[in-house]
């Protein structure tokens, strides 16, 4: 399940993934984040109290490692 802030950061990917990824541009994706939490806010998909609080939470990236789960995926998708 996606928090309301990281729902809204995913949201502003999609836009421009090269302009507002959070690992790339994270002060871009933050200020994107807060806008689609805005718009959230004023279409009355959230509350107030909750655009204030999503709007308080740090932008979490999880980098990505070699580690990660999954490397024969990143492998067929870096052969195709």
């Known amino acids: 399940e996606l928090t309301i802030d990281e ?7 999609i836009r421009s993934p090269a302009q507002f990824c959070p690992l790339l541009s994270p002060a871009s994706s933050l200020q994107r984040r807060n806008l689609v939490l805005r718009l959230m806010r004023n279409l009355s998909f959230i509350s107030c109290v909750e655009y204030e609080r999503a709007l308080a939470q740090p932008q979490h990236v999880i980098r990505d ?3 990660s789960t999954g490397p024969h ?5 870096r052969v195709i």
Do not use: C, F, G, R
Request: proline residues 0%; hydrophobic residues 55%; without cysteine.
């Open 7 to 13: 729902s809204a950061t995913l949201a502003a990917v």
């Open 65 to 67: 490692d070699e580690q």
């Open 73 to 77: 995926l990143k492998e067929m998708l």
